[in-house]
């Protein structure tokens, strides 16, 4: 089976792309040619050349590669099936299958094409933790949370407290301030821990992601709550103090917890430079996240 990968560069909706195809070639024989997204958007934007080609499927994710899909679509044949990961902001009909995430469920009137699932795309591990390995992520500043340097670190203190003797793995992200990245290289310093800095590390997040028995993950970054929730090991939440409440990502966090799907670090002021700090648990019979499967299931029945 032919596809065409259209690619926008954003290393988060690739990631779930890849993901999905990956999931694919388990059950079928893919043959995958990629283009890349060009330019600025919304001015001077292009692909890549498609080379003289019939495909079975063209896919993508991320607004940019929407009307390219649907574009190229016309030059192929009449069983060439048109795939959009995410919520397009139009021609939602046009589309043969739209794999989208449950916070967009309003986007759509007449989902008959849609197929929706919790969180994001991620890789489904059933690999047994190592129980002395810990992770920590930490995303940085975003629209969803405050991200206020010295709470977090006091409970990245706090959690690893809490574990002694054991393998620390700290991963931060493009988005962590640099001064958070001085902060936690500080903590090396007193701390038996690793920091994974992204810039400059060989260190794969995931591997260690599917080994560790415990993680600590900032509120704002969605696709490694889920990305840890999709493997075996105990999943905690970092708190933030949320900036708008009226938000598809604090709406979806704040699910995961009322429901005990993941559990969270709850840090209350006492009185003034004094605070407490106290950790819940996930429900101990939490099942691993495979939304890719369920899509990928779905995508073979299209084709």
Not at 92 to 121: M, W
Request: charged share 25%; with cysteine; aromatic share 10%.
């Amino acid at each position: 089976m032919n596809i065409l990968w259209i690619k926008d560069n954003n290393t988060g909706h690739e990631k779930q792309a890849k993901i999905l195809l990956d999931e694919l070639s388990k059950t079928r024989e893919i043959n995958i040619q990629d283009i890349n997204i060009k330019g600025f958007h919304p001015f001077f934007t292009y692909v890549d050349p498609v080379e003289e080609n019939f495909f079975d499927l063209i896919i993508g994710a991320g607004h940019k590669t929407y009307s390219y899909i649907l574009d190229i679509k016309k030059s192929q044949k009449k069983s060439c099936k048109t795939v959009a990961i995410l919520t397009p902001t139009f021609k939602k009909d046009r589309f043969d299958l739209i794999c989208a995430p449950t916070h967009d469920q309003n986007k759509y009137t007449n989902p008959k094409n849609v197929i929706f699932f919790e969180g994001s795309l991620a890789k489904v591990s059933l690999n047994e933790p190592d129980e002395n390995v810990i992770l920590v992520a930490v995303g940085g500043k975003n629209k969803h949370y405050h991200f206020d340097e010295d709470s977090i670190l006091d409970q990245i203190e706090y959690f690893l407290s809490l574990y002694p003797q054991k393998k620390y793995y700290v991963f931060n992200s493009r988005r962590t301030p640099i001064t958070m990245n001085n902060k936690i290289a500080k903590l090396t310093e007193t701390k038996e821990l690793m920091f994974c800095d992204y810039r400059n590390n060989d260190i794969s997040f995931e591997s260690i992601l599917h080994m560790s028995s415990a993680k600590l993950i900032t509120r704002d970054s969605v696709n490694m709550i889920f990305e840890s929730l999709s493997c075996k090991g105990n999943t905690y939440l970092v708190d933030m103090h949320v900036k708008n409440k009226v938000n598809k990502v604090v709406n979806t966090v704040n699910s995961l917890i009322e429901e005990k799907k993941i559990g969270y670090i709850e840090q209350s002021d006492m009185v003034d430079g004094l605070s407490t700090i106290k950790i819940h648990k996930q429900n101990i019979y939490h099942d691993v996240f495979a939304e890719v499967e369920k899509v990928a299931y779905k995508l073979n029945q299209l084709l």
